[in-house]
């Protein structure tokens, strides 16, 4: 079966009825069936890498690092809901993990945080705020137990998420689970990724709610997650599989996106309107850019019926446009919100006569300080160097040297991407739009098929 009608008409499929969702759910299937990549001759089949993974499990085993677990149940010919492609096999989920055990039961404390705690409320989304996690007294003997490792997966085996899972991955702090979620630890010839979107398939969801247990609030045990049927395809395509997930559900995150911003954009043709010629206004709550209430250098007479008008970035107040306009507004109140009040020009004073006093003011280091996010400036040193030939420099020159020199934007954009490979998400900020050498750069250079967004703004003040 070819897939590429479906991929040539990924974004109509999303616009169907609960279309996202029923595409991520089709995907995830596809991608356990065999069905979302091509299978390549040269990869070792899956069973040897079943015999690896044994093999290592023994060996571990001796040397007392795991337990030595029972021999799974076979699997028989009609337990498979499909057949797999030739080079895969069917295996039960226990074969492909070192171990598949509880958590640990203990008192949470927000007071301790040399070992944290992780809870079923601290997942949320798929990832986990370690700094808000509370901590929990446990000694060493323990410890060794039930300590999380990178590539470990927690499954939730009871409440509202019962099923729902989560890879720990770059974790830097030592960090136990609570008893309420069952940690699955692969194999490391297994790529735990892979793993994750199994248990995130409908595949496994069918055979989660089959086996789940429990009559006032349904749970799952460690052996019914032991006894799962799962499909083990060569470690080679395993990386293929999670790369191409990872880059349609990356396209869903912006389909999704772009539909809000339709519901958005509809939503807004009951709120007001003003400018570009349209003048749409509920008379509750209405928007305007500045430049929307004037015309042929008059001030519309709109603005002297509201009784509240609120003027942001209100710094722009003492240009003549802006003072020109509020000299019209009669409203009762007016609130104007800036970052920097004070103007080197020397013309403030004209934003507090028409904005009225400052009333309130935010402290960015006393907000920083109580902040639980850790801010941290590093400087990185650039090669971009000013010629000594340069006589008179001006900072128009500075800025175009800046935009054109391409080792310091080569080095720029090495590290965006060291950021992403290390699965991180790092905006990149520039006074010019010519400057964003990020969004000039080659799409081979981003790692998972992840493309770069250009936002900006064409609206001067």
């Excluded at 500075?398 to 720029?412: G, P, S």
Aim: include cysteine; charged fraction near 25%.
């Amino acid at each position: 079966m070819s897939l590429q009608p479906f991929f040539d008409n990924f974004a109509l499929l999303s616009d169907a009825a609960n279309g996202v969702p029923k595409l991520r759910e089709l995907i995830l299937q596809l991608a356990v069936e065999g069905k979302l990549v091509s299978q390549d001759l040269s990869d070792e089949p899956a069973t040897k890498l079943v015999s690896k993974i044994n093999a290592n499990k023994e060996r571990l085993v001796k040397e007392r690092k795991i337990k030595n677990e029972e021999v799974p149940e076979p699997i028989n010919q009609y337990e498979p809901p499909f057949a797999p492609p030739d080079n895969w096999q069917w295996v039960r989920l226990s074969q492909v993990a070192n171990a598949v055990h509880y958590g640990y039961t203990a008192s949470a404390n927000q007071a301790l945080t040399e070992v944290r705690l992780l809870r079923i409320t601290d997942i949320q989304n798929g990832r986990v705020d370690w700094a808000s996690v509370p901590g929990c007294e446990i000694n060493r003997e323990m410890l060794e137990g039930v300590k999380l490792a990178n590539n470990d997966i927690l499954i939730a085996r009871t409440g509202g998420p019962i099923g729902k899972s989560y890879l720990v991955e770059n974790l830097n702090l030592i960090a136990v689970f609570a008893s309420y979620l069952i940690r699955v630890i692969p194999n490391e010839n297994l790529f735990a990724r892979y793993l994750k979107v199994y248990l995130e398939s409908e595949l496994y969801w069918s055979q989660l709610y089959k086996k789940s247990m429990g009559t006032g609030q349904p749970n799952v045990n460690a052996t019914s997650l032991k006894s799962l049927l799962t499909p083990l395809p060569p470690l080679e395509e395993q990386k293929r599989i999670v790369a191409k997930v990872e880059e349609l559900m990356q396209l869903c995150h912006e389909l999704e996106f772009r539909q809000q911003q339709r519901r958005d954009s509809s939503a807004r043709v009951n709120n007001a309107t003003l400018g570009g010629g349209k003048t749409v206004r509920t008379g509750r709550l209405d928007v305007a850019v500045i430049q929307s209430l004037t015309r042929r250098g008059q001030v519309k007479d709109l603005v002297a019926e509201y009784g509240q008008v609120i003027v942001d970035e209100c710094h722009h107040v003492s240009a003549f446009s802006f003072e020109r306009v509020l000299r019209r507004v009669k409203a009762k109140y007016v609130l104007g919100l800036t970052a920097t009040p004070i103007r080197k020009d020397g013309h403030h004073p004209i934003i507090l006569m028409q904005c009225g006093p400052i009333r309130f003011s935010v402290n960015s280091k006393k907000q920083a300080a109580a902040s639980t996010i850790k801010y941290e400036v590093l400087t990185r040193s650039t090669p971009f160097t000013i010629p000594p030939e340069w006589t008179e420099v001006s900072f128009q020159d500075i800025y175009t040297a800046l935009v054109n020199d391409e080792e310091r934007n080569n080095f720029i954009v090495s590290d965006v991407v060291a950021a992403l490979e290390d699965r991180h998400y790092p905006p990149r900020y520039a006074a010019w739009v010519g400057h964003c050498c990020l969004a000039r750069a080659p799409a081979r250079w981003l790692p998972w098929n992840y493309r770069a967004m250009l936002l900006k703004s064409a609206i001067a003040a």
